[in-house]
């Protein structure tokens, strides 16, 4: 039987106040660290994130910004990378009728060529977790602003 007022969670152990086993809290709820992240990669395929400590990941990938915003319609992935090619692209991000809708179910990080200062703001105003330089990034970086992202 249960002690009164203990949690009915599977794996609860009320002795050590934690899930019995190794969990993370997302959103919220506890989730077993084996389940992967779902990435939905808007852009092309970046560097192997599997090799990453901050993993693991399951990765989705779309060509453009209309896919991705189907790809949000159908089920909402834990964060959404959009790998833009010049600032034209970042500057028409910001009117991208499906960024509300991402920035509220996913995070959202942003990689650009050379992104300036006003650009930057403007988006992490917008919902947008962060923003980084494309030259700069390595899968290392990269899995861990998205894992980190996530965790926000």
């Known amino acids: 039987t249960r002690a009164r007022g203990a949690p009915s969670i599977p794996g609860w152990s009320r002795a050590a106040g934690t899930m019995a086993r190794r969990c993370i809290v997302h959103s919220g709820k506890r989730r077993p660290v084996t389940v992967p992240y779902r990435i939905l990669i808007v852009g092309g395929m970046p560097a192997d994130l599997a090799a990453t400590p901050y993993g693991p990941f399951a990765v989705s990938v779309c060509e453009s910004l209309a896919a991705a915003a189907e790809q949000l319609g159908l089920a909402p992935p834990d964060a959404v ?29 942003v990689t650009a060529p050379a ?25 290392a970086t990269l899995a861990r602003v998205l894992r980190l992202a996530i965790e926000r």
């Open 81 to 109: 990378l959009l790998q833009l090619d010049d600032a034209a692209a970042l500057a028409a991000l910001a009117s991208w009728p499906a960024l509300t809708h991402a920035v509220l179910d996913a995070a959202v990080v």
């Open 115 to 139: 992104p300036d200062a006003a650009a930057t703001l403007a988006l992490l105003a917008l919902g947008v977790q962060d923003l980084l330089p494309a030259e700069e990034l390595q899968a």
